[in-house]
């Protein structure tokens, strides 16, 4: 079965940089697009990276785009997300999942979620 495990949030001050993992198990040959997500206290959860099944083409969210990178490493079955100049704003749990393609900032018809990993950007 397909799965994704998040890793590296914590609580970091504004400003600060933090570096999320998203490690694939499973299936690996399967998957194509890979997203990360965040979702707030209260809000609906929202699309902020996608990145092709080559690596080739980045697709980033109006509210991350140049703090945010999008990377993957297919011979370790990873994909990162490295923030750096978080905001606040920027809480949230972070999760992944996976689709076809990339749909603009979000993968199309995305499926296996992963548990999500926390961070929280506070002073």
């Known amino acids: 079965q397909f799965q994704f495990a998040e890793s590296g949030g914590g609580l970091v001050q504004p400003g600060g940089s933090l570096r999320l993992s998203c490690a694939a198990s499973?299936?690996?040959?399967?998957?194509?697009?890979i997203g990360w997500y965040r979702q707030a206290p209260g809000q609906d959860r929202e699309g902020v990276a996608c990145?092709?099944?080559?690596?080739?083409?980045?697709f980033y969210s109006d509210s991350v785009k140049d703090r945010f990178t999008i990377s993957r490493d297919n011979a370790k079955n990873t994909v990162d997300l490295q923030m750096n100049s978080l905001k606040p704003e920027d809480s949230g749990i972070y999760s992944c999942?996976?689709?076809?393609?990339?749909?603009?900032?979000?993968?199309?018809?995305?499926?296996?979620w992963g548990q999500g990993t926390q961070v929280t950007v506070s002073s």
């Open positions: 999942a996976r689709g076809s393609f990339c749909s603009d900032y979000v993968p199309a018809a995305a499926v296996d």
């Open positions: 990145i092709t099944r080559s690596g080739a083409v980045r």
């Open positions: 499973g299936f690996t040959w399967t998957y194509g697009a």
